[in-house]
C-alpha cells in the first residue's frame, strides 16, 4: 500500500492551492467528499464538511472486521496483529510527513495511521 499512499498523498499536495482558490471563489455552503485522503482546503472552509465512503466500506474500521487492506479473513484474527504491526512499521513516516502538512493550515490532526478525517473526527458541527 505504501507506493499507493505516497502518490495519493502527492496528489492531494499539489492540488491543494487550486482548491483554496476554488472554494474561495465558489463560496460553497456544503463540501460532501468521496476519497481516501484529506485535503485541508476543504476542511478549513467555512463549508460544512461531509465525507462519504463508496470505495472500501472497511475503512470505516470496526473491531469485528479484519484490517483494512489486509486480505485477511473476519473469522480468523490469528493474524490481525502482525499485519497491523507491519502496516505501521512500513507506513508511520509517510503518515507523520502527511499528518503534519495537514495540520499546518489548520486542519485537525488526523487519526492514527489514517489519511482521512471521519466523523468522529471532524469537529464542524455535523449532527
Known amino acids: 500500500m505504501l507506493p499507493t499512499w505516497k502518490t495519493i498523498t502527492d496528489g492531494a499536495r499539489y492540488v491543494e492551492s487550486r482548491l483554496r482558490e476554488i472554494v474561495k471563489l465558489v463560496k460553497p455552503n456544503v463540501i460532501v467528499e468521496d476519497n481516501v ?57 509517510l503518515w507523520h510527513s502527511f499528518n503534519q502538512w495537514v495540520i499546518e493550515p489548520g486542519a485537525p490532526p488526523l487519526d492514527d495511521l489514517q489519511f482521512m478525517m471521519y466523523l468522529h473526527s471532524i469537529q464542524s458541527g455535523i449532527v
Open 37 to 93: 485522503v484529506c485535503f485541508p482546503a476543504l476542511l478549513t472552509s467555512d463549508a460544512l464538511f461531509i465525507r462519504i465512503i463508496s470505495c472500501n466500506p472497511l475503512e470505516i474500521g470496526r473491531l469485528n472486521t479484519a484490517p483494512v487492506f489486509s486480505g485477511l479473513p473476519a473469522n480468523d484474527r490469528s493474524q490481525w496483529a502482525a499485519f497491523q504491526t507491519e502496516y505501521n512499521c512500513v507506513h508511520r513516516h
